[in-house]
């Protein structure tokens, strides 16, 4: 096998302007190759992002984390994370109370120029002032995707961690598993999800898995689906719901028009209403919301007179959902934006902006820091940048209606006094998905307990008749 070593150099841009909404926060300045991939994720005092360097081509990729103090706004430290020849893909998981950051990567074994190589799952903790503390790998008992790319993520309930992934099948028969490990990423079962073979020249029916949304009562997996259309094959997508045993119960096919559809990214709410979004084959973007069997209720399409590629959607604090991507103009192909988007539960889009930039700007993730206030990731080209983000329609009065009640900290629970007027209690994420809920409708005081598997910045959503109150928690 060839050993490259190459030297990645990072250099760190401090800056601050306002362009259309959109300040930037921070820019990481890569003077070698690409940024690949790109997430947010933030603490109570900084932002993080994490991504993916292609260093030489396709099939090498190095990741970074940057450390970005949210108070000075200016990058702490960041770092290169490598493994002599390997390709790794890190992403950040979760950032603790233990003064911890947490990155679970896909590293990538037998690099070359014509296949992945297996595919393992990697851990890596650091210090919050960047000193790496552990690096666990697992490479053992179970399949190796030799697909690139499989989605690995963290259940933030009691299992530990799961690994979704399709291996490459050369046109002829595909397999999906389910891998799961625990909370150490040690290996602990593997399920076959679905398989599908081509029985003729003429009709081909392949599913790749590319993502996955976990839920209490089970997992909700997306990713490409290869038809054939006359005498072509044409990318379509799915997503399908499976049980906590990996069992299938629902599949459902998404083809718009001609069949080509490109699913990015979906989100799961409480009511298990999940809402997708993509391209299509004419390059516009869509966003589709299936009920909780599947079955589809809506579809919308995104931009009014130019193109565009949602990468990312997120429910927000206040019940509608945010989607941030890229666009493009009909009548000037040199034309790049960055794209936002705010639309609520029935279809409706509320606002979409479309922002000019430079050299293929892509935004890619998006976190919600205060009500209606976020950050946002985002790839140019060698630059990886970090933006805040207000929401332009938000109403003095929206904000101020809801009354307010004491939160009080206590080191195993948070006790909420003087409930008078709301009903429902949820402890969400900064990704807006919801991971408690409690009945309060008859409740004066009540409490809410801390959870050692919830860490980092959380929000506590109390509705009502009067509004709704959203308070900030650190766990």
Same mark, same amino acid.
């Given at each position: 096998m060839r050993l490259i070593m190459i030297i990645l150099m990072l250099s760190v841009i401090h800056v601050k302007c306002k362009a259309n909404d959109m300040e930037v926060v921070a820019k990481i300045e890569s003077t070698e190759s690409a940024f690949w991939r790109l997430s947010v994720a933030i603490d109570n005092d900084n932002a993080y992002l994490c991504g993916a360097i292609s260093v030489d081509d396709e099939y090498y990729l190095k990741g970074m984390i940057a450390q970005i103090d949210r108070g000075s706004e200016s990058v702490a430290w %960041?770092?290169?994370? %490598?493994?002599?020849?390997?390709?790794?893909?890190?992403?950040?998981? =979760? *950032?603790? #109370?233990?003064?911890?950051?947490?990155?679970?990567?896909?590293?990538?074994?037998?690099?070359?120029?014509?296949?992945?190589?297996?595919?393992?799952?990697?851990?890596?903790?650091y210090k919050k002032n960047g000193e790496l503390i552990s690096n666990y790998s697992d490479s053992s008992n179970y399949e190796k995707a030799t697909q690139a790319n499989f989605p690995i993520g963290y259940d933030y309930g009691y299992d530990g961690i799961s690994v979704y992934y399709t291996p490459k099948t050369n046109h002829t028969m595909a397999y999906s598993y389910a891998v799961h490990l625990n909370k150490s990423g040690e290996y602990q079962s593997i399920s076959i999800l679905d398989s599908s073979t081509v029985i003729t020249k003429d009709s081909v029916d392949r599913y790749l898995i590319k993502g996955f949304e976990s839920f209490v009562?089970?997992? /909700? *997996? /997306?990713?490409?689906?290869?038809?054939? =259309?006359?005498? #072509?094959?044409?990318?379509? +997508? /799915?997503?399908?719901?499976?049980?906590?045993?990996d069992n299938i119960l629902w599949k459902e096919s998404i083809e718009p028009d001609n069949g080509y559809f490109t699913?990015?990214?979906?989100? *799961?709410t409480p009511e298990e209403a999940v809402y997708v979004v993509g391209f299509k084959g004419d390059d516009h973007g869509m966003i589709r919301k299936l009920n909780k069997n599947g079955e589809v209720e809506w579809s919308k399409v995104l931009g009014d007179y130019y193109f565009t590629t949602p990468m990312k959607i997120i429910p927000n604090l206040s019940g509608d959902f945010i989607i941030v991507g890229k666009a493009k103009d009909y009548n000037n192909a040199a034309a790049e934006? =960055?794209?936002?988007?705010?639309?609520?539960? +029935?279809?409706?889009?509320?606002?979409?902006?479309?922002?000019?930039?430079?050299?293929? %700007?892509?935004?890619?993730?998006? *976190?919600? /820091?205060?009500?209606?206030?976020?950050?946002?990731?985002?790839? =140019?080209g060698t630059s990886a940048l970090l933006y805040k983000f207000e929401d332009p329609d938000v109403s003095v009065e929206e904000q101020n209606t809801a009354p307010e009640v004491n939160v009080l900290e206590y080191a195993e629970y948070y006790y909420i006094e003087n409930n008078k007027l709301y009903d429902k209690a949820e402890l969400v994420s900064i990704r807006g998905k919801v991971l408690k809920s409690i009945d309060i409708s008859e409740e004066f005081n009540f409490q809410v307990e801390k959870d050692n598997y919830y860490r980092g910045v959380f929000f506590l959503r109390l509705s009502g008749k009067k509004g709704t109150l959203v308070k900030k928690l650190i766990y």
């Open positions: %960041e770092k290169k994370i %490598e493994d002599t020849d390997k390709t790794i893909i890190p992403h950040i998981i =979760r *950032v603790n #109370d233990n003064s911890e950051i947490e990155l679970l990567s896909e590293l990538s074994l037998l690099r070359s120029n014509f296949t992945y190589g297996n595919q393992i799952v990697n851990i890596r903790k009562s089970g997992v /909700y *997996v /997306y990713g490409l689906k290869h038809i054939k =259309r006359g005498n #072509d094959e044409v990318i379509a +997508s /799915y997503v399908m719901k499976l049980n906590n045993s699913i990015r990214d979906i989100c *799961v934006y =960055r794209y936002i988007a705010k639309i609520d539960s +029935s279809g409706k889009i509320l606002w979409q902006e479309k922002i000019l930039s430079q050299s293929l %700007e892509t935004l890619t993730d998006v *976190v919600e /820091y205060e009500n209606n206030k976020y950050y946002i990731s985002s790839i =140019r």
